[in-house]
């Protein structure tokens, strides 16, 4: 087979004549009169009734996306760190206990789930009152 012998599968179907005699001469298949049988736009769109049921505000509305601290419990660092260390956002990144998002070192929220025994100086997160609670109960620090 050769480029000059491809041919269609299918024959193309040509486009109803309207208006020009025939079976669809005169009123074109539409009916008489009305709103249906008429040129340009038949129907409002749906869509816009719903966008004007919406109320009208001024100004611009983008709110900037916050990110979410992440999480770490407290029997985490028990396991993972040895008594008198110092814990930070840089070093959980460093022992990877937490991964950076978009290329930011994230905001760390310690929450009071497991037991903690060793006295740890820990600077730079967030706390739950549990959490708290237990770090100063075990002898460590808060900066």
């Known amino acids: 087979m050769q480029l000059h012998e491809l041919r269609p599968i299918h024959k193309q ?7 020009r005699g025939g079976a669809h001469g005169f ?3 539409r009916g008489a009169k009305g709103q249906k049988a008429r040129g340009g736009m038949k129907f409002k769109p749906e869509i816009r009734e ?4 919406y109320p009208k505000l ?3 509305k983008f709110k900037a996306v916050e990110l979410k601290p992440a999480v770490l419990n407290v029997e985490i660092l028990d396991t993972k760190f040895n008594e008198g260390e110092v814990i930070s956002p ?3 990144i460093e022992k990877r206990l937490i991964r950076r998002i978009e290329g930011k070192i994230p905001a760390v929220k310690i929450l009071g789930k497991g037991k903690i025994a060793k006295k740890l100086i ?5 706390f739950s009152k549990s959490a708290k609670e237990k770090i100063e ?3 460590g620090e808060i900066k």
Request: glycine share 18%; charged share 30%; with cysteine.
């Open 13 to 19: 179907r040509m486009s109803k004549k309207m208006g």
């Open 27 to 29: 009123y074109c298949g």
């Open 50 to 53: 719903l966008i004007k049921r």
């Open 58 to 60: 001024r100004g611009y």
């Open 90 to 92: 840089k070093i959980l």
């Open 122 to 126: 820990i600077e730079g997160c967030l």
């Open 137 to 139: 109960k075990a002898g």
